[in-house]
DNA sequence: TATGGTTTTGACCATGCGGTCAAATTCTTG
DNA sequence: CAAGAATTTGACCGCATGGTCAAAACCATA
């Protein structure tokens, strides 16, 4: 790989999240890509087999950089010391700060894995991509039930619960780059940790609650 | 309006909505339209504008029924005298009801809003659509709140967060037809329910919506 | 059966798609 | 500078798309 070669690919993945991210995976064809990045469309052939090879080199890259982002700044908490409260705080916080961060990215993303489909017309990015990301999760979620930290619920559940808001808070700022992520990620924490932790229990940080309640089975 | 055609556009709704369902929305061409209901491309030019014409009668078609369906079944609820915990749950059990018995109709009514666009590259079911759907959970929130029912939260954000549930429970059911719905339905009433209800505050136990409900096995 | 409106077909069109490739250009290096 | 490798272009291919239309088929009714 010449240092060329590697300028150029991610020249052509950047141009290529503005489209998709703009125009939609239906509207990202390679002749606008190439157009919006000032090259030939046969150069992008010659840098990538094809055009699914394209988009799965990015949805890979993006990935990639959104896990190493996560885990630098929380990964510290996903360890067996720290409780499980603490844990998803730090998913959710980790999540919603990088797609806050790159926007554009995690929306080409989304989209890409939501319509890209293989020649077999399944999803490319379908349910064992999905399951990947559930499974973490649910370990989460399954070893604060465990430690007696969570009330009882489905871990699946709660884990595609989590998932599709983090999903949806890409399209929120997609839409409204104005918006105060500050502010809703604070409510998001704050939905989950009342839905994940026991009815009365104390809450993280400056919750005054008062009553104490038996947990219903 | 004949009865020729009427019926001929419920078939070719019908069929759209399988091949959308089945294929995505980028494979629901004209051609494979045609060809799954047995007639040919022609026929459905004469009976719709086009194919955003086609598209959107059936998102309005699918919408319509849903929306009736929630409020024959729910509609008492959502009066002045119902308190908003049994709104919000009759909202979740009817739309998860609606999407569990029709889940290839809800499937591609999603897949199109997601990705139709007009002329001048816009969603066509995008921010203003998604806005009636926000405001009428928001209201179930704020008159929560304001009868000291539900806790101190952003009602936007919790409205954001019970569509995206709705949604992905829409893929979910599609991807695993043997889903267990009513459990999931009960799950995700308890999420809903403990994220919005004041800490330690009583629960919901008893269903007050589902009573006469008849179960087919 | 003859008439006239309704419905349906299948061929056809322009357009844009992903992909290919020989030729031209640029870069590296001896 | 010269030669060969790496890079880039732009024309071209086959194909599928959404859409159009004259002709054919169908159907109700006088």
Redesign the interface.
């Known amino acids: 790989m010449t240092v060329t070669e590697a300028a150029r690919r991610a020249q052509i993945l950047a141009h290529t999240i503005d489209v998709v991210a ?6 990202a064809s390679l002749n606008r890509i190439a157009a919006h990045a000032g090259i030939s469309k046969g150069l992008i052939s010659y840098h990538f087999a094809g055009k699914a090879d394209l988009l799965e080199a990015l949805v890979h890259d993006v990935f990639a950089r959104g896990g190493e982002y996560v885990m630098e700044r929380h990964g510290h908490v996903f360890g067996p010391d720290g409780t499980a409260g603490a844990a998803l705080r730090a998913y959710l916080e980790g999540n919603l700060a990088f797609i806050a961060e790159h926007p554009r990215d995690v929306g080409a993303v989304v989209e890409i894995a ?2 890209h ?1 293989g020649a077999d ?1 399944a ?1 490319v990015f ?2 064992a991509w999905e399951e990947t990301l559930l499974d973490l999760l649910a370990q989460i979620f399954t070893a604060g039930q465990e430690a007696g930290e969570f ?1 009882a ?2 871990p699946r ?2 884990a ?2 989590v ?3 983090i ?2 808070f890409t399209f ?1 700022v997609m ?1 409204d780059p104005d918006l105060d992520t500050r ?2 990620t604070t ?2 924490t ?3 940790d ?4 026991h ?3 104390e ?1 993280l940080e400056t ?1 005054t ?5 038996t947990e ?1 089975s």
Chains 1, 2 share one sequence.
């Not at 703009?22 to 509207?27: I, T």
């Not at 609650?209 to 309640?213: G, N, P, R, S």
């Open positions: 703009e125009l939609g995976y239906a509207g939501r319509n489909r017309g999803l379908g349910a009330r619920f489905d559940v709660m595609i619960a998932r599709r808001v999903d949806g929120q839409a502010s809703f409510e998001v704050a939905l989950f009342h839905a994940t932790r009815p009365g229990a809450r919750d609650t008062t009553a104490q309640e219903p």
